[in-house]
């Protein structure tokens, strides 16, 4: 008996290693297929340059033109690349609050944050502040960050109001989207001719504006970011099977809540300062990372940050060849691919319950 329990013991074992393998492998997969991704973006264009003069552009730019280096530095690789850490924000931003919230319907929207930065961009975009030592092109992602930032407070207050729940944060968070949404239509009523096409094109998303200067603090912002999330996957990984089985092994659950918020806020804010808002990453990728390896945060968490960036830097390709020419403001593409997927998850979860 004492030989077949050990040797039961070790198949479970061997089992649950192969599984953290495959996991793992699946991680790692998803970065080449993001890395080939980030390619095809950098070789899709209107100027025609193909993929090799690029890479040879990026390791001996000297044997390119003054144009060709313009066209490389200056656009085509910002442009690809705040695709990828965007996409990354969002998506690691929504597998958090998917968690926190027990809601698979849940993204850094849901919490309003987004539209928050919205209005804080319009207003600067509408009203610019005279200050003069406060250049105009920082007035925008600033106001955004603001506005964002304190939508945060306002939830925070409301976690800690005595019997407000997660049904109750999601419900706030849905009032903060429509009246920061209403205010936005306010002010595009309201602004002239040239502020109103400010306002659209910013609120559609767009990665046209990426600089060095943007992926940079952004960058940051991830790489700030990911080890405290890496840190919590263990507990909320808890927090998923139950919120009293979370306690019992220990865990702080409103602690571990509001640390999550304040990281989904801090991505979503900086990434929707910079672009834009830019829906159903946040909500899809974590979804198509969990189809891929599960529940377990460990590898739910860095999986949905590469499933998000590869969806955006999919979509950024796909906005450069809707139209020959043009450049299509990548928050509609992904709008166009999120919306049939949301309504699919909420039919799976009608069904479901």
Same mark, same amino acid.
């Given at each position: 008996?004492?030989?077949?329990?050990?040797?039961?013991?070790?198949?479970?074992?061997?089992?649950?290693?192969?599984?953290?393998?495959?996991?793992?492998? *699946?991680?790692?997969?998803?970065?080449?297929?993001?890395?080939?991704?980030?390619?095809? +973006? *950098?070789?899709?264009?209107?100027?025609?340059?193909?993929?090799?003069?690029?890479?040879?552009?990026?390791? +001996?730019?000297? !044997?390119?033109?003054? !144009?060709?280096?313009?066209? /490389?530095?200056?656009?085509?690789?910002?442009?690809?690349?705040?695709?990828?850490?965007?996409?990354?924000?969002?998506?690691?931003?929504?597998?958090?609050?998917?968690?926190?919230? +027990?809601?698979?319907?849940?993204?850094?929207?849901?919490?309003?944050? %987004?539209?928050?930065?919205?209005?804080?961009?319009?207003?600067?975009?509408?009203?610019?502040?005279?200050?003069?030592?406060?250049? #105009?092109?920082?007035?925008?992602?600033?106001?955004?960050?603001? $506005?964002?930032?304190?939508?945060?407070?306002?939830?925070?207050?409301?976690?800690?109001?005595?019997?407000?729940?997660?049904?109750? *944060?999601?419900?706030?968070?849905?009032?903060?989207? $429509?009246?920061?949404?209403?205010?936005?239509?306010?002010?595009?009523?309201? &602004? %002239?001719?040239?502020?109103?096409?400010?306002?659209?094109?910013?609120?559609?998303? %767009?990665?046209?504006?990426?600089?060095?200067?943007?992926?940079?603090?952004?960058?940051?912002?991830?790489?700030?970011?990911? #080890?405290? %999330?890496?840190?919590?996957?263990?507990?909320?990984?808890?927090?998923?099977?139950?919120?009293?089985?979370?306690?019992?092994?220990?865990? +702080?659950?409103?602690?571990?809540? /509001?640390?999550?918020?304040?990281?989904?806020?801090?991505?979503?804010?900086?990434?929707?300062?910079?672009?834009? !808002?830019?829906?159903?990453?946040?909500?899809?990728?974590?979804?198509?990372?969990?189809?891929?390896?599960?529940?377990?945060?460990? $590898?739910?968490?860095?999986?949905? &940050?590469?499933?998000?960036?590869?969806?955006?830097?999919?979509?950024?390709?796909?906005?450069?060849? /809707?139209?020959?020419?043009?450049?299509?403001?990548?928050?509609?593409?992904?709008?166009?691919?999120?919306? #049939?997927?949301?309504?699919?998850?909420?039919?799976?979860?009608?069904?479901?319950?």
């Amino acid at each position: 008996m004492t030989s077949l329990a050990h040797d039961g013991a070790a198949l479970a074992g061997w089992r649950y290693r192969r599984l953290l393998w495959r996991r793992a492998g *699946l991680v790692v997969g998803l970065a080449v297929l993001l890395l080939l991704s980030v390619l095809g +973006d *950098l070789a899709s264009g209107a100027s025609g340059m193909g993929l090799g003069r690029l890479l040879q552009g990026v390791f +001996d730019p000297q !044997t390119l033109s003054a !144009t060709e280096q313009v066209i /490389i530095w200056n656009v085509r690789l910002p442009y690809a690349l705040m695709a990828v850490l965007v996409g990354a924000a969002l998506a690691l931003a929504g597998a958090e609050m998917q968690a926190i919230l +027990d809601n698979p319907l849940a993204s850094p929207f849901t919490l309003g944050v %987004s539209s928050s930065a919205a209005l804080g961009a319009s207003l600067a975009i509408a009203y610019p502040l005279g200050v003069a030592w406060l250049d #105009p092109g920082v007035q925008v992602p600033l106001m955004a960050f603001v $506005f964002a930032c304190l939508s945060v407070l306002l939830l925070q207050a409301m976690s800690r109001l005595r019997g407000a729940g997660v049904e109750s *944060l999601v419900l706030f968070g849905i009032a903060l989207v $429509f009246s920061c949404n209403a205010l936005v239509s306010l002010l595009q009523l309201l &602004a %002239s001719e040239d502020v109103l096409q400010q306002l659209v094109f910013w609120t559609l998303g %767009s990665l046209a504006r990426a600089d060095w200067h943007k992926l940079g603090l952004l960058g940051l912002v991830l790489l700030v970011v990911l #080890p405290f %999330s890496l840190r919590a996957a263990s507990a909320m990984t808890l927090l998923r099977m139950g919120e009293d089985r979370a306690r019992s092994f220990g865990v +702080d659950t409103r602690r571990l809540r /509001i640390a999550s918020l304040l990281r989904i806020s801090l991505l979503a804010a900086t990434a929707v300062a910079f672009v834009g !808002t830019i829906g159903f990453i946040g909500l899809v990728g974590p979804h198509i990372a969990r189809l891929l390896v599960g529940e377990d945060q460990r $590898f739910l968490l860095p999986a949905s &940050a590469l499933v998000g960036a590869l969806l955006l830097s999919l979509s950024s390709i796909a906005s450069k060849l /809707i139209l020959p020419g043009v450049i299509v403001p990548v928050g509609i593409v992904t709008a166009l691919v999120g919306v #049939p997927v949301f309504v699919a998850l909420v039919f799976r979860r009608g069904r479901r319950a």
